[in-house]
């Protein structure tokens, strides 16, 4: 259920959202520009984590899924993926409210357009590895967060709506 989730915004406001589950997907649609809509687990803290997720994009072509590790008070790692190919891997400051980019580039696994993708995020150790639709795409290494929840985020930019349906979303130890 829903109560096992925290939801909150790192950008824009809670009417530009909803979410809703349905055939147990959840559906998240963002109608408002600029909303970075973030839900952790709060039941699952580890240092070592896998996230498995399916998404499927039924909305607009420019958005972000993000898989979410070692959320803490401090911060947290984020991989960002988007829809028009591109991906990183990033560090959030809680205190600063500042992302830096551990890696940023662009991959031909991602399905772009409306299309369902299949991510994993691996945080082990100091490494951050993520897989896109079952190629390893990019590991870094940071030592920043050693522990925290899990979870995702979704976020638009200058186009809406943007529909994300979340097929599952499983916490597993690498």
Known sequence: GLEEWDFFLTNGNDSGYSVVTQNSTLRLEIDRNNTWVYFVNNQIEMADVRIDTS??????NNNNVSLIC?????GWYEFNI????????????????????????GSRA??????????IAV???EDLTLYINGVETRTVS????????????????DVTPIISEIDYVTFSIP
């Open 55 to 60: 998404v499927e994009n039924l909305g607009r």
């Open 142 to 157: 940071d030592r920043q967060f050693d522990t925290g929840l899990a979870g995702l985020s979704v976020s638009s930019f």
């Open 70 to 74: 070692r959320y803490n008070d401090r």
């Open 110 to 119: 991602i399905r772009t357009g409306l299309d369902t993708n299949e991510y």
């Open 123 to 125: 945080c082990s150790g």
């Open 82 to 105: 988007a829809n028009n190919g591109i991906y990183s891997i990033l560090r959030y400051n809680s205190s600063s409210e500042q992302y830096t980019a551990l890696f940023s580039g």
